[in-house]
């Protein structure tokens, strides 16, 4: 019977794994699509901003962590202002994205 309980509870801690949006995998994305322009804490390269001719805030600020991860999935799937929509990500990649930038508050 104890036996059978803990090999329940190890298949529901693994079947479980997949379903979470994984920041890990968000910094993976972080790196490869956003640092160049966000910086490597998403505190904004000044260099870019000042060449695209915009204020960056801190994706870390309390302004862009006020806004729903419905938003923030938004501004990264179809852009805002002077940011270009991502579009070569998958939806699993925007979420763990998502994911990350909550790490960064
Ligand atoms: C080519 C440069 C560039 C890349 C690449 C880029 N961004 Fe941006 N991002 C910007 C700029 C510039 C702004 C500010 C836009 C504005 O306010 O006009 C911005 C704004 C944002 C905002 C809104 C912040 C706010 O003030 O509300 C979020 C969220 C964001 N970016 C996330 C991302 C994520 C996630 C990625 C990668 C998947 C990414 N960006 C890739 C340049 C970039």
């Known amino acids: 019977m104890k036996r059978h309980i803990l090999s329940g509870t ?7 794994v997949p379903a979470i949006a ?3 995998e968000g ?3 972080f790196d490869k699509s956003c640092k160049a322009c966000h910086g490597a804490e998403g ?3 000044p260099g870019m901003a000042k060449m695209m001719k915009v204020e960056m805030r801190a994706l ?3 302004e862009v962590q006020a806004q729903s991860d419905a938003d923030l999935k938004k501004i990264i799937t179809q852009g805002k202002g002077k940011m270009k929509a991502q579009s070569s990500l998958s939806a699993k990649q925007v979420d763990d994205v998502v994911a990350f930038i909550r790490t960064l508050k």
């Open 10 to 16: 190890l298949l529901l801690a693994v079947s479980m």
């Open 27 to 29: 910094k993976e994305v």
């Open 60 to 62: 870390g600020s309390k």
């Open 22 to 24: 994984g920041p890990s």
């Open 43 to 45: 505190q904004g390269n």
